[in-house]
């Protein structure tokens, strides 16, 4: 057994997995399932318990990159790009800056900020929200301020968080990001005019970043019913390993099932298609701020 190996089996099981390591762990379960092959089985062929089994398939512990490959063997996967992908989030060994945040804010958000940092596409949908990534500071402090007054000793670090989050886009190798906002969203007046005028100059600042697009969806657009979406899908290395995060009452859902991911491109598809191209968009924010 490698020194690895050894101190994942001496490691007491993770009592709140991150989104992704929860991530990861479903998809391992998904091979041993597809192969046909019972908990008690893996653990066999692995050299280890079922109980190792179940604790790696529920994100309570790691797993080294051999010991995936071998599940993988085991379990017939000849998906070479698939076992890769997998390999790279068994091992990532660096601290992202959310991790900072551990213990103060919800696990929710910090999944939220990893989701974007290491999607390689995001398409977001918002139609009564501006998307977090292209909020000014003001836009976000009127929003924290009224949902989170109970709180209020935590806005200046939700806000901090956010902030941090926007610099997503400013990387040397941003993902590509698409946004679709409803004309609602921008009509909203979460602060005061001022804040609102500065909401929507940021947006059309934002917009000609590289790999940033921002399209419009007005009220007069026919064929659209997503009158309450909140979603942000995040492209991974494999169709496969796609994620879609949408906006609950009381949190935020992570979805990767098949029939999840079909449905969500769906809807962005939609969306995309009934709103303003790239220039007219750009055009129809000019004039919203204009009016303010």
């Known amino acids: 057994m490698t020194s690895r190996q050894e101190r994942e ?22 091979l041993r399932e597809r192969a046909g092959m019972t908990v008690r089985e893996a653990g066999e ?43 790279a989030m068994a ?10 945040h551990r213990g103060v804010l919800e696990s929710a958000l910090l999944d939220i900020a990893a ?6 596409a995001m398409r977001t949908l918002q139609v009564v929200h501006i998307p977090g990534l292209l909020q000014v500071e003001a836009h976000m402090r009127a929003l924290f301020t009224y949902a989170r007054a109970a ?42 005019r001022r804040v609102a005028r500065e909401q929507l100059e940021y947006i059309l600042e934002r917009s000609e970043l590289p790999g940033v697009t921002v399209r419009v969806i007005p009220f007069a657009a026919e064929g659209f019913a997503g009158m309450g979406d909140s979603v942000l899908y995040a492209t991974g290395p494999l169709p ?22 079909d449905h969500y491109r769906h809807r962005l598809s939609v969306a995309e298609r009934v709103a303003l191209n790239l220039e007219e968009s750009r055009d129809f924010i000019h004039r919203i701020a204009r009016e303010l």
């Open 115 to 120: 989701l974007e940092w290491h999607a390689h």
């Open 240 to 261: 496969r390993l796609d994620t879609v995060q949408i906006d609950k009452v009381h949190g935020s859902a992570f979805l990767d099932g098949e029939a999840q991911l």
């Open 91 to 100: 091992t990532e060994r660096v601290r992202g800056w959310w991790e900072s």
């Open 151 to 192: 709180v209020s000793g935590h806005i200046e670090e939700l806000i901090d968080f956010r902030l941090r989050r926007r610099e997503v886009l400013d990387r040397d190798d941003p993902p590509e990001y698409t946004a679709t906002i409803h004309e609602a969203a921008l009509r909203m007046k979460v602060a005061d």
């Open 9 to 30: 089996e001496r490691m007491p099981p993770r009592t709140n997995p991150t989104a992704r390591q929860v991530r990861l762990a479903a998809e391992l379960r998904k």
């Open 45 to 87: 062929l692995l050299g280890t318990g079922p109980i190792q089994i179940s604790h790696i398939e529920a994100g309570r512990i790691g797993v080294s990159e051999e010991r995936l490959r071998r599940l993988a063997d085991n379990y017939h996967c000849t998906d070479a790009e698939l076992i890769d992908a997998l390999a």
